[in-house]
């Protein structure tokens, strides 16, 4: 009788593997981590380092993580490097649940891993797995572990028991330098990992210890001006597929602090997580697991919704239910979970946006023009209005203010010169307001209409640099005729912003 054939052609399979599609490095590197911390770790290093062979072409790095967990005796680290081994499969109690992290993340990212492990120190075990042997079909399987030395490089940080997984080819990385690659590894595990942080775990990458980073702001380590809870949690027991048993769910929403920190800078706002991280927050056994836009219906995503944040808490037993994959990187609710949460989280996602809106409106009544602020600032650089010359020398250029109001006729703005001031008001009867104006000043981060304001004042003052003379009669019909157009333009329906 013919023997059956392997379930898997191992030498394609290990190539195909290779993209399973996550979502970076800090994303493979957190499996590695996630087996640490099932391990009972409390010190986890991640190490970045020059390759072994530093005089080969591509000078290929080398990344590790070392941690001071329970270690595995030979049984154990042999069944680890298994694709699906593990002697806790299935186990909802902990990070981990298919035993495909080890191997699955590894070889995305290098085409050979090594792992150390030693139950206590001195009793060192290794195997390894390697692409290329595979693939050329001179490695049937996972090599037996052996006794074998850790390396030289690691011996200063290793406890009592632990692990070392060193991936020594790594062939996918976007950045070649150790600094780079390091570097973007600290705000993501940051993220990941801030509440197992917060808890007492001492996360390293190279001599650098992670530091927690925050989403809601809300933490006391996010520091003054952080963000309020809005409302209290939210809380679900929600049955579990095929089981009268229940597992609950905790939402909570914070607020930032608009008026502390509106004025910041695009730069400022960006590095510290404000702008584009609009969403919702998924925690799964302590560890953030995905982070978008879910589970809030039909809201769509605005600029406002910046200035609010929300986090889902829930456990293992729930993965099911939030659609969890074996490689742990993004949820994908049902429709029975959806159904339940959706019309809370909606609902809050509307009410948070509307107090956004009306928290900036009520700066904006108040706030000076940024724009006007450095024109007033640049005129000195600009030639003096004809016949201003000697005041505005005197007082090192002109002043520039901005205002609303309604104008008769059909110019879209209006611009006066009076004692070394000019005043730009926009016409609030044009569209020009309520299709470029409005929508620009309803940015919070304030570039577009910066830009915008920056536009009309130059136009402005070109204007009012003509003169009394026939020129500047030139200059009001042009301006007429320019609003004329515009009005026009923008009545169709393809102008509209």
Excluded at 95 to 107: C, E, K
Excluded at 371 to 390: G, M, V
């Amino acid at each position: 009788m013919t023997p059956p054939r392997p379930l898997v052609a191992d030498h394609h399979f290990l190539l195909a593997t290779r993209d399973t599609g996550y979502r970076g490095l800090a994303a493979s590197v957190a499996e590695l981590i996630d087996n640490a911390i099932q391990a009972a770790a409390t010190d986890v290093r991640v190490l970045v380092r020059e390759g072994r062979d530093s005089s080969s072409p591509d000078r290929a790095l080398t990344i590790a993580v070392l941690d001071n967990g329970r270690g595995m005796d030979r049984e154990g680290l042999w069944t680890a490097i298994q694709f699906g081994g593990t002697e806790r499969f299935n186990d909802r109690s902990g990070l981990g649940r298919f035993g495909m992290g080890l191997p699955n993340s590894s070889v995305s990212v290098t085409r050979r891993f090594e792992v150390y492990s030693w139950k206590r120190w001195g009793d060192v075990l290794h195997t390894y797995l390697d692409i290329d042997e595979v693939a050329e079909r001179q490695l049937p399987g996972v090599p037996e572990p052996t006794a074998r030395t850790l390396p030289g490089w690691t011996v200063p940080m290793v406890g009592r028991s632990g692990t070392l997984v060193v991936w020594t080819r790594c062939d996918r990385l976007d950045y070649k330098r150790v600094s780079t690659v390091a570097a973007k590894l600290q705000q993501p595990l940051g993220r990941i990992y801030r509440r197992l942080i917060w808890q007492g775990l001492r996360l390293w990458v190279n001599e650098e210890p992670v530091t927690p980073t925050d989403p809601l702001f809300c933490h006391p380590d996010t520091g003054e001006g952080s963000a309020t809870a809005y409302g209290g949690p939210l809380t679900y027991d929600i049955t579990l597929p095929g089981s009268s048993r229940t597992a609950r769910v905790t939402v909570r929403f914070t607020e930032l602090p608009v008026a502390q920190w509106h004025a910041l800078s695009v730069e400022e706002k960006r590095a510290r997580g404000i702008v584009g991280e609009a969403g919702v927050s998924f925690v799964r056994a302590g560890r953030e697991i995905d982070y978008g836009w879910r589970l809030l219906g039909g809201k769509r995503r605005e600029n406002y919704d910046d200035w609010w944040r929300c986090e889902v808490v829930f456990e293992p037993d729930l993965d099911e239910h939030f659609g969890v994959t074996h490689s742990k990187q993004g949820v994908d609710p049902t429709p029975y979970l959806r159904s339940i949460l959706e019309p809370d989280l909606e609902a809050a996602a509307r009410s948070l946006n509307a107090r956004v809106r009306a928290a900036f409106e009520a700066i904006k009544r108040t706030a000076p023009s940024e724009a006007a602020a450095r024109a007033t600032r640049q005129d000195h650089l600009l030639p003096p209005l004809s016949d201003q010359a000697k005041s505005t020398r005197k007082r090192g250029g002109l002043r520039y203010a901005i205002g609303l109001a309604p104008i008769p006729g059909p110019h879209f703005f209006e611009a006066t010169e009076e004692r070394g001031e000019v005043r730009l008001t926009i016409n609030t009867d044009h569209p020009f307001y309520e299709r470029l104006y409005a929508p620009a000043v309803a940015d919070p981060s304030g570039v577009l209409r910066s830009a915008l304001e920056c536009l009309l004042l130059a136009a402005a003052r070109a204007g009012l640099a003509a003169g009394p003379s026939a020129p500047r009669a030139w200059g009001q019909r042009f301006q007429r005729e320019w609003s004329d157009a515009l009005a026009a333009f923008l009545e169709t329906k393809g102008c509209r912003a």
